[in-house]
């Protein structure tokens, strides 16, 4: 029965299309068509990774790897094979509550094997305080510009779902070209290979770690970690490893395809998603930083 006044009418519509646009809000993204993650077969902890610090701070449970931060210890693992190129993720879930200063990752590195010039691909959860959602950041370093001289090339995101109510998929795909972020299968960010100096080419290993970053992770360090809500947990599971050891030759093998274009790039499908995610979740993107030195990073 529609409303008899204009008044009514009118706020009734407002009512009608406010409902819309919180349900669009809350299906999430749209299709992206293709999931590279399905064509990919979980492994356990134990078939691609080992413990790398904080042992005592690891717990491995029917398939689930919970690792925690309290006043003593974080905890990290490392993948046992150091890779050219490939698909690389795990099934996520997040601590609730107050996370400040807490940082949970899951990302490729060679800093053991250079350090002072080392390379870096993250996906980083930024903790946070109870009335704010979590920060979901991407980065990429280059040949030492995470050591001394930090140029990071930060994207920062809200999520379309709650991190802490349910596992979630979050992956890296780094190949010779280009790498790409996923989130749910979703791609969320696309970095393209433009030169040498601005992709990272070198073999890295892959890491997964929960430790207390409080001089910057939470609003630029203005929260710190709180270890009256100790322990911090961050929960693993469904490891996808999938790509090109140091061992391989790069003509005899391919990381897995981004989408069913085969070895391709992104299909429109998957850019129209992506591009959904950055218009409505994107709260960060170092290219439109006016603070920043651009000439540090010549392919903004």
């Known amino acids: ?10 706020f009734f519509f407002f009512l009608l299309v406010l409902s819309f646009m919180i349900c669009a809000s809350a299906q999430g993204p749209p299709s992206p068509g293709y999931y590279p993650g399905s064509k990919i077969s979980p492994i356990s902890f134990d078939q691609g990774f080992r413990s790398l610090w904080g042992p005592q701070h690891q717990r491995l449970e029917q398939g689930t790897l919970s690792i925690w931060l309290d006043s003593n210890s974080g905890s990290g693992f490392k993948s046992l094979h150091s890779y050219q190129s490939g698909y690389f993720s795990a099934a996520i879930k997040l601590q609730p509550g107050y996370t400040a200063g807490v940082i949970t990752t899951l990302y490729l590195s060679n800093n053991q094997d250079h350090p002072g010039n080392h390379d870096e691909i993250d996906i980083e959860f930024l903790g946070t305080t109870p009335d704010k959602p979590y920060v979901l950041q991407t980065n990429v ?7 001394g001289n930090i140029v990071g090339r930060e994207m920062r995101f809200h999520l379309w779902f709650d991190p802490t109510q349910d596992f979630h998929i979050y992956a890296i795909l780094w190949k010779p070209s280009e790498t790409i972020f996923f989130v749910d299968d979703v791609p969320i960010r696309r970095y393209p290979r433009k030169g040498d100096a601005t992709y990272p080419n070198r073999p890295m290993y892959v890491y997964g770690s929960i430790w207390d970053a409080s001089s910057w992770a939470t609003e630029d360090g203005k929260y710190k970690a709180n270890y009256k809500y100790q322990p911090f947990i961050g929960r693993y599971k469904n490891f996808k490893l999938q790509g090109c050891t140091i061992n391989e030759s790069p003509s005899s093998c391919k990381p897995p395809s981004a989408s069913p274009l085969g070895y391709g790039s992104l299909s429109l499908q998957q850019i129209s998603a992506m591009k959904w995610v950055q218009n409505h979740y994107l709260v960060y993107y170092y290219c439109h930083d006016p603070k ?7 392919e903004c």
């Open 1 to 10: 029965m529609l409303p008899s006044s204009p008044l009514s009418f009118f």
């Open 141 to 147: 370093y280059i040949r030492g510009t995470g050591d």
């Open 292 to 298: 920043r030195d651009h000439t540090l990073t010549p």
